[in-house]
């Protein structure tokens, strides 16, 4: 067993479709425990305040993790820790452990203080929460302080074993963050109510960082800290993470302004939003993201040996591979929300009403859906370009002005009109990258890409339009009050929806079905 567990950490995965396979496996189950958990917390507490609160809790956390790890730390580590192992392995784990000393520290001083002033911080972030509601609130966020401490130091790591393309090693810590929130669900909340929901968070932080140590002594990895050698690189990564973590600012001040205006809404509207965007994330967390993490070292390394042309086909190749896939799913969506929404949250205390005002929200969520699922190529690929002030730009034009859109919006159509500020916002910022980005991709044969694009577009048209005649002739067949008839109707229209995309899909002679094929012969030759 022992033998067994080191050559599962230590395994190596070489290719980018390989890699974005393998990345995309593990993203499955961590997206298919998410919508356990997800369901777990609509079932026990509802539409209701408690879940606001718990979303709420989150947003102080988030803002200091998102800052320092999301993105920043991993953009900006990547190409400055490929650059050290060009000289050799010690010089790589002299820069990790620098980093790991420097941010751990820096984000055990920031949590001190976020836990010492947690009472103003959330009255002034949730103006709509009475005293008992930011009581809990500020309870419950004081624990969660612990978990971008935890998951900062896991992110380091998950940024070695990206570099290594350990991509296994590294997908199992978010299936065990998740694993971890779901004990808390199921055993703590009954004993300790919301706090046992924020135990939960911690013990799956535990558990990401966890597998992600044991991967890195696998591989050799082991605490040691020069500090003159590794200086100028810990100097060029706060460079890099500089204008990202800036970027990183706006964009939480922008969802804590959101979040805020969400808590003068009736109870259950801001839980409301974060299940739909839950959602919507699954699938660019699944596929676009898949595509996407593996390809950035890749990106990084022909930019740092000035190879153009094999930058430009990688960079291509992950757009229309991400659009592929993204481009039908946003139109499977669009034809079963209610479905979707009903089978992934549609018990307990979470009725009729609450599944409603969910679908309609992601109805929005889903028009944007496309946009959202590639800004995080478009980002990365700045990086690997060592081009980090485009996003910040980008973002300080676009969240400014969408603040006002939201508080408009929200006025005007409550929490409907606060998702389509987001919703606008966020495209929006998507045409500012790719416009900002264009020129570093001059070498893309952006007209086989356009006519790919739509043919994609036709075809989902064309399975749309087939999916919503399958609803509308399978309504009498099911009873859609019931779980299995719900089922039922939504297997039957995603088999013939999927069907007619393949089906139209392979008339064109697209070459991305015959990948696909080739991926499952090989799926099941490894069964």
Known sequence: MISFNRHLLKSNQTGLTNAAVLIAVAALISSLLGVVRDALLASHLGLSRSLDIYYAAFRVP???????????????????????????????????????????GFLVICGLLATIFAVPLCSHIFPGFNAVELSQTVSMMRVLMIQPILLGLSSIYSAVLEVFRLFLADSLAPIL???????????????????????????????????????????????????????????????????????????????????????????????AFNLANNIQSFPQVVIALSLIVSSFPVLAKLYTDKNETGFADVFGTTLKQSLFMMIPITGLFLVLRYPIVRLLLGYGKFGWQATTLTANILL??????????????????????????????ASLATYGSGIFLAYYLSHQNGILGLTWAFVITNTIYFLLLFLLLLPSLKNVSWGG??????????ITAGACLVGLATVKLTGSWFNLTKVLGVMGQAAVVGVIFCATFLGEAKAFKMEEIVVIKKIAQRFLKSR
Request: aromatic share 16%; glycine share 12%; charged share 10%.
């Open 62 to 104: 988030d803002f200091f993790y998102n800052i320092f790890i999301y993105g920043a730390i991993t953009v900006g580590f990547i190409p400055v820790l490929t650059a050290y192992l060009k000289k050799d392995k010690q010089s790589g784990w002299d820069l990790t452990s620098g980093l790991c000393f420097c941010l751990g």
């Open 177 to 271: 963050y998740n694993v971890g929130i779901i004990l808390g669900i199921i055993f703590l909340l009954p004993k300790y109510g919301l706090m046992g929901l924020a135990f939960g968070v911690v013990l799956g932080a535990i558990f990401s960082l966890g597998v992600r140590i044991l991967a890195m002594k696998e591989l050799g990895y082991h605490w040691s800290f020069a500090y003159k050698e590794i200086t100028p690189g810990l100097k060029k990564i706060v460079k890099l993470m500089i204008p990202r973590s800036m970027t990183i600012i706006l964009y939480q001040i922008y969802m804590s302004i959101l979040v805020g205006i969400a808590s003068n809404l009736p109870a259950g509207h801001l839980a």
């Open 364 to 393: 929005i969520f889903i028009i944007g859906l496309i946009f959202q699922a590639l800004q995080n190529l478009l980002i990365r690929t700045f990086f690997a370009c060592d081009k980090s002030a485009g996003p910040f730009f």
């Open 449 to 458: 890409l356009g006519k790919r694009v739509g043919e994609y577009t036709v």
